[in-house]
């Protein structure tokens, strides 16, 4: 009980604190380059996506266009204890230690925007730079028609945005001869800065007819330094605001912007994903377009309904937070029904306790009978297998003529081996059975069955060889790991029938695919595979499924009996047992084996037979797939067994043995059968000649066809149309 208030009391504890505020799980560190109305947009819709993210907290940091204030905030940021930095880099070169410090830290780093000159990063974001410049230089080029005079403000020296889109722009004029390109004077993302370099200039720069700033706001700047009529003027950003370049080219202040996507939104998520161990891109390139006086208007509009739906999200974000505080008031009622309902559990597992330790004794008891019972079924194993050794020779012995023609103290010393050999083994088995709980009447019992299918069997015993067909002895297939069972089993079988043997099942299972024999004795416990699966792979295969399968095995209890059956097996015998009653099993299985004969009949032989008793004949799915093929094909004079083989996915050799096995013919003999019981039936219900029936079921030459027919049914083609 004690136990159980204790338990209480810390589950009560941790439901009061898991209801209060905690601490952020991730907090992710944002250091920006610049702060502008481009960053702004970034940072709200940073802020958006955690909206998703309850458990991330984002510091933000803004270098304000200084290399040495931005490594100050990186390191920073890392020493208070940041998840995961997003940065974008000032200038390559300046910033880069300092994100190489928070990688090596083991702090994942997103690069956004602008390049490091280092690989110590996690992921990259960033539109085509180098696309952006090309495509505003093709489209300078366009607007000009290949001739005129341009200028270009570059952004802050050294950054990648700044040398890309300059390389993109340049790429492109060199295809236009016709363009001078007049300058690329140095800015630093500022109106300011184009205003000075302008100024600064001493070369020419009048009649300028296009200025490229590589941002809006350089654009703008030159724009209020030339002042010149007639000059048109570009930038990239592409923001949608009041002073935005989006706006401006609407109004004819700007004549192209490209739009550069701030997605902070898809920047967060691609932040989470790295902390949570989710799938990412390294690279991530973002989606931009040009922006000019045709699709302006309609980009505002995008914009304005964007805006709209941000308020709309933060107005439901904040809605959001309301309705948390009035859960939080709720808190205590729900921790108290919480607490009500952990009392009711306490006392259904009070009143359950006994219930649940009386079950796991039974478990218990229930695991020591199981391991108590494949503790003697190894036992077994290991005593009666040398019986057997022992047991067979002697049986085997007996009957040589060194034992019965031995003087009397020898047949007696052989005597007394041999019945305190029977002796022992009784013995054994009664410990055996008497420690796993059998009945000492079923051994007895299945002793008396064995005995009695012996003497049923007798005749057939002392013969077995009498199952042969056309002259050639049966072939079994013995699998057992002990190789002096083997051998045991070798010098009781070799009088009677041809043998492969195999140390497991395994390799009993390969022998018996490739060899097909008549039968197989597999002993139960061996490596690799033991006897149980032999014997249902045996059981399951096409090629081998008609295979009598005699289990011997050490294994005596009625359980083990019960799972030989239920794999299949067609007998299972207990050792030590005796050569006569193996033999026994051996010839009635061999005997009793499903003989499916004469499957295409003729009419005439039906009628001579009506009046005999009627077997009934399952064919397996095996002849019936053999019967389709043959009559599909009947007519063709071709077929062969190599292609009948190939229909039904076996060799020459296992259709051979198979059907063998099963029909007591070849498929020879079989396809011959089936042609000549279609003639039959064609003589007796068609008008068509003697010469036509016999192409039609596939004979070559109709002398041959009427040779072939008198063998099978005693008489000419002729005398049966008769």
Not at 71 to 96: H, Y
Request: glycine letters at 6%.
């Amino acid at each position: 009980m004690r136990k159980y208030i204790i338990l209480f009391a810390i589950l009560f504890i941790a439901l009061f604190t898991s209801c209060t505020t905690g601490s952020k799980r991730y907090k992710i560190g944002i250091s920006q380059c610049s702060e502008d109305i481009w960053r702004e947009k970034q940072n709200a819709e940073l802020r958006m996506g955690a909206y998703f993210h309850d458990d991330v907290e984002l510091r933000f940091a803004a270098a304000y266009d200084s290399d040495e204030r931005q490594v100050q905030q990186i390191d920073s940021l890392v020493a208070t204890g940041i998840d995961l930095l997003i940065v974008a880099p000032n200038q390559m070169a300046t910033i880069t230690p300092a994100i190489d410090r928070a990688f090596d830290k083991g702090i994942p780093v997103i690069v956004f925007e602008r390049k490091t000159s280092s690989q110590k990063f996690t992921a990259f974001m960033s539109a085509d730079n180098y696309e952006m410049g090309r495509v505003m230089g093709e489209y300078i080029s366009g607007r000009l028609h290949g001739k005129g005079r341009v200028l270009e403000v570059m952004g802050l020296k050294g950054s990648s945005p700044a040398i890309e889109r300059h390389n993109g722009f340049t790429e492109a004029l060199k295809d236009h001869p016709g363009i001078e390109f007049v300058a690329t004077l140095q800015g630093d993302w500022t109106e300011e800065s184009a205003i000075k370099a302008i100024k600064d200039y001493k070369g020419d720069l009048s009649h300028i007819d296009f200025v490229f700033g590589q941002n809006d706001r350089m654009a703008m700047g030159a724009r209020k330094a030339l002042a010149s009529a007639g000059t048109k003027y570009c930038g990239i950003d592409g923001l949608p605001g009041q002073d935005g370049g989006i706006r401006l080219v609407r109004d004819s202040i700007l004549d192209a912007t490209y739009i550069y996507p701030t997605h902070g939104d898809q920047l967060l998520e691609m932040a989470v994903s790295i902390l949570e161990g989710k799938p990412y891109e390294k690279e991530v390139r973002l989606m931009s377009a040009l922006v000019t006086k045709e699709n302006a208007n309609v980009l505002l509009m995008q914009n304005e309904e964007v805006v709209r739906q941000s308020k709309y999200l933060d107005q439901l974000h904040s809605r959001a937070d309301k309705y948390l505080q009035q859960l939080d008031t709720q808190r205590i009622v729900m921790l108290m029904s919480i607490a009500l309902v952990a009392l009711l559990m306490i006392l259904a597992i009070l009143l359950y306790r006994y219930h649940i330790q009386e079950l796991r004794l039974h478990e218990e008891h229930t695991k020591m009978e199981h391991e108590q019972l494949d503790f003697y079924t190894k036992a077994a194993h290991e005593l009666r297998t040398p019986l057997t050794l022992i047991e067979g020779p002697l049986t085997h012995l007996a009957d040589t003529a060194a034992i019965k023609q031995s003087d009397d103290k020898t047949t007696e010393l052989f005597s007394i081996v041999r019945r305190n050999t029977a002796n022992l083994s009784k013995l054994v088995n009664k410990i055996l059975d008497v420690q796993t709980g059998i009945p000492p009447q079923d051994l007895a019992s299945d002793m008396t069955d064995e005995m009695a299918t012996m003497a049923a069997n007798e005749d057939q015993s002392n013969d077995p060889a009498a199952t042969a067909t056309e002259g050639e002895p049966p072939t079994l297939l013995i699998v057992d790991d002990n190789a002096d069972i083997r051998t045991l089993l070798k010098t009781i079988l070799q009088p009677h029938y041809q043998l492969l043997e195999a140390a497991d099942g395994q390799e009993g299972l390969r022998v018996a695919h490739e060899q097909v024999p008549d039968l197989i004795v597999s002993d139960v416990m061996m490596p690799v595979m033991n006897g149980l699966e032999f014997c249902q792979h045996i059981k399951n295969d096409i090629v081998t499924s008609h295979i009598p399968v005699i289990l011997l095995t050490a294994r005596a209890l009625n359980k083990h009996q019960i799972e030989g059956y239920e794999s299949g097996a067609d007998a299972y015998i207990t050792k030590p047992f005796q050569a006569d009653l193996l033999l026994a099993r051996i010839s009635n299985l061999l005997k009793s084996r499903l003989q499916l004969r004469n499957l295409w009949s003729s009419s005439d032989q039906k009628e001579k037979k009506a009046e005999e008793p009627k077997a009934e004949v399952k064919e397996s799915a095996f002849i019936q797939r053999f019967k389709s093929i043959v009559e599909e094909n009947m007519d063709n004079s071709d077929l062969s067994v190599e292609d009948i083989g190939a229909e039904m996915n076996l060799s020459r050799v296992q259709l051979y043995r198979k059907v063998k096995a099963l029909t007591g013919c070849s498929p020879v003999d079989l396809l011959r059968k089936a042609r000549l019981a279609e003639a039959y039936r064609l003589l007796t219900e068609s008008e068509l000649t003697v010469s036509e029936i016999a192409y039609k079921v596939g004979f070559t030459s109709p002398s041959y066809f009427t040779k072939c027919f008198k063998e099978e049914f005693g008489k000419v083609p002729g005398e049966t149309r008769k």
